[in-house]
T-cell receptor, first 114, second 111 residues
């Protein structure tokens, strides 16, 4: 079941200390997503990549950045984490074509900000 | 953008009863509607999905119906079991890539 892998599974950081979350996939999917999910809420899309094309959501704070160096890997950088950034961060992938639609989620990284 | 509304926010049923969760969407261009089940602390898991060219789809105890005209779709779970207890999210896909989620329904199946 290790098709979308996220590391680390748990991350503790200090207020204002930069942190990087990573996601890798073995599905060769061309679309990768980062979602933020807070307790009892729906996943909120932060941004997604279609191949190398980066698509930022309008309400994603500038504090959040992303990199996709190749098809398999995608990173979420939080430059100066605040207490409000504590959440579960979910990576997901999908294959953009005419026949498949399914979005596959990774297990998530739970971020704690002290 | 797309706006997906989901009701109810909580649903409690007796084991063996049916459960129905409803979602509406705003963008008529949305063409794919998945349903996810999320257990506490775990990732969302796809349980069933439907494309806009289909009105109904069934997989054992789970079914989804879609009314494109009214822009709503529903999840039906029959013969509910305690292990069906979880949070369920509907979603609508717009522009081929972006998925918009409903706010979630916490389903509690009482033994």
């Amino acid at each position: 079941d290790a098709m979308v892998i996220q590391n680390p599974r748990y991350q503790v950081t200090q207020f204002g200390k930069p942190v990087t979350l990573s996601c890798s996939q073995t599905l060769n999917h061309n679309v990768m997503y980062w979602y933020q999910q807070k307790s009892s809420q729906a996943p909120k899309l932060l941004f997604h990549y279609y191949d190398k094309d980066f698509n930022n959501e309008a309400d994603t704070p500038d504090n959040f950045q992303s990199r996709r160096p190749n098809t398999s890997f995608c990173f979420l950088d939080i430059r100066s984490p605040g207490l409000g950034d504590a959440a579960m961060y979910l990576c997901a992938t999908s294959l953009r074509d005419a026949y498949t639609d399914t979005q596959y989620f990774g297990p998530g990284t739970r971020l704690t900000v002290l | 953008g797309e706006n997906v509304e989901q009701h109810p926010s909580t649903l409690s049923v007796q084991e063996g009863d049916s459960a129905v969760i409803k979602c509406t969407y705003s963008d008529s261009a949305s063409n794919y509607f998945p349903w996810y089940k999320q257990e506490l602390g775990k990732r969302p898991q796809l349980i069933i999905d439907i494309r806009s060219n289909v009105g109904e789809k069934k997989d054992q105890r789970i079914a989804v119906t879609l009314n494109k005209t009214a822009k709503h779709f529903s999840l039906h779970i029959t013969e509910t079991q305690p292990e069906d207890s979880a949070v369920y999210f509907c979603a609508a896909r717009q522009n081929f890539n972006k998925f918009y989620f409903g706010s979630g329904t916490k389903l509690n199946v009482k033994p």
